[in-house]
C-alpha cells in the first residue's frame, strides 16, 4: 500500500516556476517508481516525468529541458520543478507510483494538485 500526498500547485505567470512536492507514506520507497502526470480539461491523462529507483529519469517531449523530475530516499519524496512555463502547461498534476516487483503494475495516486499558468 502506498499514500501519496502532493503539494505546491497555484498561480503561475508564464515562464514562471514551480516546484511540486510529492510524499509517499510507503516501507518500501526504494522499490518504487514514481511519476508525475497531467491531465488538461478535455484531455487524456498524460505521463510527463518518471523516476525509477535508482534515479534514472524520463521526460514527455513536451516538458524535455524545463522541467526536472528528482527524488530524495531518505525523505520518500519525488519533486517536479518546473521552469518556463507556459499556458499549455495549465493541469491538474498527479503523482503517481507502483512498485517494481509486482505483477501486474498498480499505480498509486495522489489527489492531484492544480496549476495554472497565466497571466
Known amino acids: 500500500q502506498v499514500q501519496l500526498v502532493e503539494s505546491g500547485g497555484g498561480l503561475v505567470q508564464p515562464g514562471g516556476s514551480l516546484r511540486l512536492s510529492c510524499a509517499a507514506s510507503?516501507?518500501?520507497?526504494?522499490?518504487?517508481?514514481m511519476e508525475w502526470y497531467r491531465q488538461a480539461p478535455g484531455k487524456l491523462r498524460e505521463v510527463v516525468a518518471t523516476v525509477t529507483p535508482g534515479s534514472s529519469t524520463t521526460y514527455a517531449d513536451s516538458v524535455k529541458g524545463r522541467f526536472t523530475i528528482s527524488r530524495d530516499n531518505s525523505k520518500s519524496t519525488v519533486y517536479l520543478r518546473m521552469n518556463s512555463l507556459q499556458p499549455d502547461d495549465t493541469a491538474v498534476y498527479y503523482c503517481?507510483?507502483?512498485?517494481?516487483?509486482?505483477?501486474?503494475?498498480?499505480?498509486?495516486w495522489g489527489q492531484g494538485t492544480q496549476v495554472t499558468v497565466s497571466s
Open positions: 510507503t516501507g518500501i520507497f526504494g522499490f518504487i517508481v
Open positions: 503517481s507510483a507502483y512498485d517494481l516487483r509486482a505483477k501486474p503494475r498498480y499505480n498509486y
